[in-house]
């Protein structure tokens, strides 16, 4: 079964730019959260979307958003870039529908750098 | 609130016995985690207890949960040089999904 990918695996964007990411979650798995990954503010949870609809949101500016597709596919948009902004953004997958889904699968990352 | 605190750093020579510590705050958590990050990569699942249990043992992994100090461990027997990573440990709550929060990681040297 193929793991949890995520798409560009490296991205340079100037500030004030917006930018897309993708993650495409295990098969069969509805549930995709999305993570911020920096030096100073370790791991840090976005939001979690589940069957199209955002279940759970972390405390980031609105300028962080997210989405769902029908086919569990999930993509997070920064928009207005800031320096603060460079980071590597995990996405990880699970089964989702109960409570006791506990196993939760990462991704590699995309790497953001803001310029 | 949610907190999870670790060492930064822990360094170990090949064959020894590694134990990683972890704090956390929400007495209401449900599962604790440990995951395996190696340099540009994602986490890595290693294993995880339930708030109702005090001990886990997956293979050269051991899971110690000690709920009255909100104290968890994360011993790794014979210790290896592709142990070297670094290791956090999370916490989710009942009800909270998928929302986990994680420790600042322990950095693991392991020295041949």
């Known amino acids: 079964k193929a793991g949890v990918t995520q798409t560009p695996r490296y991205l340079i964007k100037t500030r004030g730019q917006q930018v897309t990411l993708s993650c495409s979650p295990i098969?069969?798995?509805?549930?995709v959260s999305w993570y911020q990954q920096t030096p100073g503010q370790g791991l840090q949870f976005l939001f979690e979307?589940?069957?199209?609809?955002?279940?759970n949101k972390g405390n980031f500016p609105g300028r962080f958003s997210g989405r769902q597709f029908s086919n569990s596919r999930s993509e997070m948009n920064v928009s207005t870039l800031e320096l603060g902004d460079s980071a590597l953004y995990l996405c990880?997958?699970?089964?989702?529908?109960?409570?006791?889904?506990?196993?939760?699968?990462f991704g590699p990352g995309t790497r953001l750098t803001v310029t | 609130g949610e907190d999870v605190e670790q060492s930064l750093f822990l360094s170990v020579r090949e064959g020894d016995s590694s134990v990683i510590n972890c704090t956390y705050t929400?007495?209401?958590?449900?599962?604790l985690y440990w995951y395996k990050q190696e340099p540009g990569a994602g986490l890595q699942l290693l294993t995880y207890?339930?708030?109702?249990?005090d001990m886990k043992q997956d293979q050269r992994l051991t899971v110690l949960l000690n709920k009255k100090d909100k104290h968890l461990s994360l011993r790794i027997a014979d210790t290896q040089t592709g142990d070297s990573a670094i290791y956090f440990c999370?916490?989710?709550?009942?009800?909270?999904?998928?929302?986990?929060?994680f420790g600042t990681g322990t950095k693991l040297q392991v020295i041949p």
């Open positions: 207890i339930f708030s109702n249990m």
């Open positions: 098969s069969g798995h509805r549930s």
């Open positions: 929400d007495s209401s958590s449900t599962y």
């Open positions: 979307y589940f069957s199209e609809t955002q279940r």
């Open positions: 999370a916490e989710r709550p009942p009800g909270g999904y998928q929302k986990v929060t």
């Open positions: 990880a997958s699970s089964l989702g529908d109960r409570d006791n889904s506990y196993e939760q699968y």
